[in-house]
């Protein structure tokens, strides 16, 4: 119950091409859907994030796309450049500050 | 900027040694959160501590321990290293929102090898 899937575990898209990753989760009571980028050899950082109040959440090229009725959310990358490659961890929050992280795609973006 | 800083990079210890992994945070926040990264399984959370002396356990507390004495500081303890704890730790910070689910800040890492 206190899972989040994420798919797929790796992606390569051309330059200029729209990056989507995939979550689901079970638990109904998570109530904050965060988004992190992690470059190789930094920690994660916080890149975008929804409450399920709302069904789409855009800054810049980065988009979620929430369906509180599935349970699932989903990152966009728009027009993905080389500088976009990293892996990339959805989480949800059960509360109290917590998190709980995804498995993480690694997204390479092709020049 | 918070700053979340790790006492080291990279870690090279043997089975059965006590490992201490240091944490410290420049922002004042009350939170503090250890996590291991392992590919394929993402990030989990080990314990947390929500002040100083507090302490609650995550997803998989088995063979570590934690201290924090002061604010800043959340120190990780393998009591006996092993094998399988071999791993990438990531420390990560937040202060207390108000019914907000505020940002984790998280510190670059430490690269723990058990032989």
């Known amino acids: 119950q206190q899972q989040v899937k994420q798919s797929p575990q790796s992606l390569i898209v051309q330059k200029g091409g729209i990056s989507i990753i995939n979550c689901a989760y079970e638990n109904t009571a998570f109530d904050y859907f965060p988004w992190y980028q992690q470059f190789p050899g930094k920690g994660p950082a916080l890149l975008i994030a929804?409450?399920?109040?709302?069904s789409e959440k855009k800054e810049g090229r980065f988009t979620i796309s929430f369906n509180k009725s599935a349970k699932q959310f989903s990152l966009h990358i728009m027009d993905s450049q080389p500088g976009d490659s990293a892996t990339y961890f959805c989480a949800a929050s059960p509360g109290f500050q917590k998190l709980v992280f995804g498995t993480g795609t690694r997204l390479l973006v092709s020049p | 900027d918070v700053k979340v800083t790790q006492s080291s990079r990279y870690l090279v210890k043997r089975t059965g040694e006590k490992v201490f992994l240091e944490c410290v945070q420049d922002m004042d926040h009350e939170n503090m959160f250890w996590y291991r990264q392992d590919p394929g399984l993402g990030l989990r959370l080990i314990y947390f501590?929500?002040?100083?002396?507090?302490?609650e356990k995550g997803d998989i507390p088995e063979g570590y321990s934690v201290s924090r004495e002061k604010k800043e500081r959340f120190s990780l303890i393998l009591e006996s290293a092993s094998t399988n704890q071999t791993s990438m730790y990531l420390c990560a910070s937040t202060q207390t929102g108000t019914g907000e689910v505020e940002t984790q800040y998280f510190g670059p890492g430490t690269r723990l090898l058990v032989l």
């Open positions: 929804i409450r399920p109040d709302v």
């Open positions: 501590s929500y002040d100083v002396k507090m302490k």
